[in-house]
């Protein structure tokens, strides 16, 4: 089992419409989560990060973390094709200074 | 703006070279790390360092090793290259655990090619 699960995609949204990204993790010691956007042929960027359960919101972004679940997702609302892209999901451990990426899920949005 | 800097952003190598990846990052970062990116793996951690001359290995540490002698720079060295370590390599740094926030910052890429 890997240990940062996410669909590879890709996932095809409308614009306008609510993308739903969604990743699962195996490590119960995982403390801090990240959602990190990588552009075709370019670096990966942090968009979110959240340490506590529930919702954390930045503009059209939310992220969502459930530990009990081991569940962390990332809404992004609105979408504009110029979201598309390959979205990462990553967790650390606390005071660890690995931090354990997912292959990513591709988003492809549509104008 | 936290900058991440990678000495290449191709390289073409033959098989049995030695490769030097260089990494430079200008915000004092404690930690360096270096990745390589294949599609469908994601990112896997090949070392990170966490202070000067200090190293770790990562997940996949086997056919390189690293250099870190000053703190803003960061070297991953093939020491004989493989048809296998056609990748992206790509290089982060970030602050210490519990300094705020601790994002990963990564450099461009460097996309190397070994014939």
């Known amino acids: 089992q890997k240990e940062v699960e996410q669909n590879s995609g890709p996932l095809s949204v409308p614009e306008g419409a609510i993308a739903s990204l969604n990743c699962t993790y195996s490590?119960?010691?995982?403390?801090?989560f990240f959602w990190y956007r990588q552009y075709s042929g370019k670096s990966p960027e942090l968009i979110m990060f959240?340490?506590?359960?529930g919702d954390k919101e930045d503009g059209r972004f939310t992220a969502q973390l459930n530990k009990a679940s081991q569940y962390v997702s990332l809404l992004i609302r609105d979408s504009q094709p110029s979201d598309s892209a390959t979205y990462l999901c990553a967790t650390r451990n606390t005071g660890g200074f690995k931090t354990i990426f997912g292959a990513g899920t591709r988003l492809f949005v549509k104008a | 703006d936290v900058k991440v800097t990678q000495s290449s952003r191709y390289l073409v190598k033959r098989t049995g070279e030695k490769v030097f990846l260089e990494c430079v990052q200008d915000?004092?970062?404690?930690?360096m790390f270096w990745y390589r990116q294949d599609p469908g793996l994601g990112l896997r951690l090949i070392y990170f360092?966490?202070?000067?001359?200090?190293?770790e290995k990562g997940d996949i540490p086997e056919g390189y090793s690293v250099s870190r002698e000053k703190k803003e720079r960061f070297s991953l060295i093939l020491e004989s290259a493989s048809t296998n370590q056609t990748s992206m390599y790509l290089c982060a740094s970030s602050p210490l655990p519990g300094a705020g926030t601790d994002t990963q910052y990564f450099g461009p890429g460097t996309r190397l090619t070994v014939l």
């Open positions: 915000m004092d970062h404690e930690n």
């Open positions: 490590d119960r010691g995982s403390q801090s």
């Open positions: 360092s966490y202070d000067v001359k200090m190293k």
């Open positions: 959240i340490y506590s359960n």
